[in-house]
């Protein structure tokens, strides 16, 4: 029964990408990773950050800081009763993204900035943040973005040199 319910659900899941999927946006989803960076290689990763999603709609932390350049390995530990996912994006691309979910629950995901994870279990996400300025991150399960499940990422720009300081210098 376990096995027939799985395969229905990803039946469903097939026919809601597939009819969502010939938008405008790369995969149908919208994230534009170059603004946001681009998925990370894991040998490449400088550290990780242990992220926990709870019944409670909130991930914890709910936001840090990051270097720009930094590969981050993203370890996400659903500590709940509900699936709930992972998705970096900006803002505006993540609203876009729950009114389509809201729309097909049932649509399932393969993206490299994103995870979804089964209650009680863990996945991760490997991310290489190549651009400064914010990067949001979120549950867009049905119900779960609206609940205040979303957080922020700080990614702070590179070392400034002495000549790019905004100082004026005498030679």
Not at 14 to 41: K, Y
Request: with cysteine; hydrophobic share 35%.
């Amino acid at each position: 029964m376990k096995t027939r319910n799985t395969l229905m659900t990803l039946t469903a899941a097939l026919f809601a990408v597939a009819a969502t999927a010939g938008g405008t946006h790369a995969g149908g989803h919208g994230h534009d990773e170059s603004a946001i960076g681009q998925p990370g290689q894991a040998a490449k990763v400088s550290r990780t950050v242990q992220v926990d999603m709870a019944d409670t709609m909130r991930f914890t932390p709910a936001d840090f800081t990051v270097k720009q350049g930094e590969t981050i390995r993203f370890v996400v530990k659903n500590s709940g009763q509900v699936k709930h996912e992972f998705v970096l994006g900006l803002e505006k691309e993540l609203k876009e993204h729950y009114a389509q979910m809201m729309k097909f629950p049932e649509m399932e995901h393969d993206d490299p900035n994103m995870v979804t994870v089964a209650p009680g279990k863990t996945g991760e996400v490997i991310w290489q943040f190549t651009k400064a300025g914010p990067v949001n991150f979120a549950c867009l399960h049905p119900g779960h973005y609206d609940a205040g499940m979303k957080g922020l990422i700080k990614v702070a720009g590179g070392k400034i040199s002495s000549k790019e300081d905004g100082h004026a210098h005498k030679h």
